[in-house]
């Protein structure tokens, strides 16, 4: 299914960032990439399911022009990039094409080519590894990941990304 990457979407992830900054997943990538993808994914779908976020995540492409998957219809999507185009530029461009880039969080650990094009145009960066830490319920308050006791609501969980990329940014 090839779509229009141009839909604003709040969370944008560089996908093979993500995985290779993941002990577990980085392994099982070593021998099954699609297995270690679905692994992300899963995680991504199951931090979503009770969050009004939206996410896309970006890995490089299968060849031909950009593809794009709903994971979960208007939450979770999947972006390949075209033949000649990296994840990285892609999701730079995604950015720079977006009305409002300030919206955007991209969570890569990529310091030499998408944060300092995303960040000069006003966008928010965390770190793969905090990204994951987070997903997993790992904060500062909650270093063992436990269930937290009192359940958040949305605009909590954004108000802490929001005060955690202003600290990383």
């Known amino acids: 299914m090839t779509t229009s990457v141009d839909t604003p979407q709040k969370i944008v992830v560089d996908g093979y960032n993500v995985i290779y900054a993941d002990d577990a997943l980085r392994r099982t990538a070593a021998g ?5 993808r679905i692994k992300l994914l899963s995680m991504l779908a199951a ?7 939206r996410m896309t995540v970006v890995f ?3 060849g031909g022009l950009t593809d794009a998957e709903a994971v979960i219809p208007g939450k979770l999507q ?5 033949r000649y185009q990296s994840a990285d530029d892609l999701i730079v461009s995604m950015i720079r094409s977006s009305p409002n880039p300030r919206s955007h969080i991209v969570v890569t650990s ?27 319920g790992k904060t500062p308050e909650n270093p063992g990941g436990e269930e937290e006791k009192k359940p958040r609501g949305d605009a909590d969980d954004m108000d802490y990304w929001l005060k955690r990329f202003e600290k990383g940014s």
């Open 60 to 62: 490089d492409g299968r």
């Open 32 to 36: 099954d990439i699609e297995g270690s």
């Open 110 to 136: 990529d310091r030499a080519h998408i944060r300092p094009a995303v960040a000069e145009i006003g966008c928010s960066v965390i770190e793969s590894k905090d990204f994951l830490d987070r997903i997993r």
């Open 78 to 82: 999947v972006v390949y990039s075209a």
């Open 47 to 53: 931090y979503l399911s009770n969050k009004d976020l």
